[in-house]
């Protein structure tokens, strides 16, 4: 069984960091790509970020470009998201997804998996 388990959220003032994990377990993640998503309140899912596992090959959003970086540890089969410069407008739930295949898309309806969420939460 798959487990998508995010961890890594909390308050953080404008211009921070933060730096959430997402620990996979229950298959080989090598042939899928992996994302993060977050959901503001009122508002759609939306994509953030993914990695495909084995290449290492990565999508951004732009409204995150240049400020967030997603990364992958083989061998602890932990996908990573650094967020850096952060803004009150990144305040969300951030959701770990993994997709059972090998290329990247950015709707939350392609992705088979996924995790509780974190919250983020951004003071100005």
């Known amino acids: 069984q798959v487990q998508l388990v995010e961890s890594g959220g909390g308050l953080v003032e404008a211009g921070g960091s933060l730096r959430l994990s997402c620990a996979a377990s229950?298959?080989?993640?090598?042939?899928?790509?992996m994302g993060w998503f977050r959901q503001a309140p009122g508002k759609e899912r939306e994509f953030v970020a993914a990695?495909?596992?084995?290449?290492?090959?990565?999508r951004y959003a732009d409204s995150v470009k240049g400020r967030f970086t997603i990364s992958r540890d083989n061998a602890k089969n932990t996908v990573y998201l650094q967020m850096s410069s952060l803004k009150p407008e990144d305040t969300a739930v951030y959701y770990c997804?993994?997709?059972?295949?090998?290329?990247?898309?950015?709707?939350?309806?392609?992705?088979?998996?996924w995790g509780q969420g974190t919250q983020v939460t951004v003071s100005s």
């Open positions: 997804a993994a997709r059972d295949r090998v290329w990247i898309t950015t709707s939350p309806d392609d992705y088979d998996w």
């Open positions: 229950g298959r080989t993640f090598s042939r899928n790509a």
């Open positions: 990695i495909v596992w084995s290449f290492g090959s990565t």
